[in-house]
């Protein structure tokens, strides 16, 4: 499987070390840092790292977690608490078959000090949660290792389905232009807009669309765009009135 683990602003060069170790453990491969505070290839991590240092040496970096998904077409979050206005997060186990039918996954860790904050969150279509007893913290390899074990190892196989799902970045761009949509529409407004569209990214990521649905879900919105010019030159109220 072509899983892509992404570290959000790791803190310490013995954590990456020892996250690329588990992750070779498990049999994935593909390690993306977004932002990290310190020297992913410092003497310590690569001790840490151990038998997985060429897994450490290939680590790309990336400005932003945009970036590091934008070839992704699944994106799963990791979380051990639960966020106002997001979904739950989901034992690993229940989303062991979505993540293995997906062609080019990715699961997303954040800092070690906080975890992904909610606008890191956003950008994935689920959440996972690792289930623990009273002490839910887990050290950031620990918790690599688990997930790793779930979608790699863990369980029966299941046969992947033949499908394409748009890329994080298709994704992204549509939720962008569904946000001027809708305040241009006055749907909503600069206060609500993070929100609502909170709430229409869970709807839609639940879709698992296409390219070519996003392409056309995009040419919706730009129909809406050009109705309402088209009204505004006119002069018309009537056109340009407010359900």
Known sequence: MNLAVVLVSPKTPGNIGSAARAMLNMGARDLRLVAPRCDHLDSQS?????????????ARVYPTLRDALADRDL???????????????????????????AAAPALVFGPEETGLINSDLEQCQVTVRIPTGDYASLNLAQAVLLVCYEFLQGGDEVTAAERKTATREDMEAMYGHLRETMQLIGYTDAVRARHTLRLWRAMLDRALMSPAESRLFRGFLRQVKWKVDSAARAGDPADAEQP
């Open 46 to 58: 690569v001790a840490m790292a151990v038998h997985a240092e060429d897994l450490l040496r290939s």
């Open 75 to 101: 994106s799963v979050g990791t979380s051990a608490r639960v966020r106002a206005d997001l979904p739950p997060g989901r034992h690993p186990a229940t989303l062991r078959p979505l993540v293995r039918a």
